[in-house]
Structures are given as structure tokens and as C-alpha cells.
């Protein structure tokens, strides 16, 4: 019996006290400085909210966008 794809978002906004989600976010390469960073600002604020966990992957090669994410997420949880 073939296993159900899990649906991340209805789980991370469903289940926040119960689970920890692991998000593996997916950008183009091409992605200038800026650009990733944005991407973090906007990644964080949809999924970054109180009483959630999360695990969030990222190529490696992105570094403004985990420079950032990290950042802005020390920022998001430290005024919840």
C-alpha cells in the first residue's frame, strides 16, 4: 500500500503544539543577494508564529537566505 503524501502546511497550521514540521524550501540558484533575503523575510512570516515548530531545510549555496532566515526568525520568536 503506497504511503499518503503529507500535506506540511495543513500540518504545521493544524497540529502546532502536537508536531514539529520540517520545511524544505526550494528556490531557483539564480537567486540574487536580495532576492533570497526577501524570500526569508516572507518565508518567516507566514510560517514562523507562536506555539509552532519547525525544521526548515535550504540548499546550502543560498547563504543570504540562511543568513537571513535565521535572522529574522531569532527576531519573530523573541517577540512572541
Not at 503506497?2 to 502546532?16: A, F, S, W
Not at 539564480?30 to 526548515?56: I, N, S
Request: hydrophobic share 30%; glycine share 2%.
Amino acid at each position: 500500500m503506497p504511503q499518503t503524501t503529507t500535506d506540511t502546511e495543513k500540518q504545521l497550521h493544524d497540529d502546532p503544539d502536537r508536531i514539529i514540521v520540517t520545511v524544505n524550501v526550494e528556490l531557483p540558484k539564480d537567486l540574487t543577494e536580495e532576492q533570497q533575503r526577501d524570500a526569508a523575510k516572507r518565508f518567516v512570516e507566514t510560517h514562523c508564529v507562536p506555539g509552532k515548530k519547525l525544521k526548515v531545510t535550504a540548499d546550502s549555496s543560498l547563504v543570504a537566505f540562511e543568513q537571513e532566515l535565521y535572522k529574522q526568525s531569532r527576531l519573530a520568536y523573541l517577540s512572541f
